[in-house]
């Protein structure tokens, strides 16, 4: 198992390095709330798009449902039209980044497609 080497801050991410030098595979964000989530992957559309998940499991927690309005904004993020986005690349499809896996976090939180 890989060794934490140490934490950097940058641009409001906690990022762990390992002592390994791999590439980046978790943070810690800190929303203007306070609240702590990690965020993984290695890109950053990966880590945007992991963000803006927490966002919506958050809603999910306070809502009961992902029933979000299109024009609804959480700490400045577009959670309404992000879950838009997410219904409409699952029944298209087309995709590549939109995965079995993606699917399977939404589907956790009550995602209605």
Known sequence: MAQLKNAAKTKGYHYLILESGEPLVAAMAVS???????????????RD?????????????????????????C????????IGTQRTD???RINPRFTQ?????????????
Do not use: C
């Open 32 to 46: 203007k709330g306070g609240v702590s989530r990690a965020v993984t992957g290695e890109s950053k559309s990966e």
């Open 101 to 113: 896996e993606r699917i399977e976090l939404l589907e956790a939180i009550g995602m209605v497609w």
């Open 90 to 92: 699952y029944k298209k």
């Open 49 to 73: 798009w992991m963000e803006l998940y927490h966002l919506a499991e958050q809603y999910f927690h306070e809502h009961g449902d992902l029933l979000v309005p299109g024009d609804y904004v």
């Open 75 to 82: 700490y400045g993020k577009r959670l309404g039209r992000w």
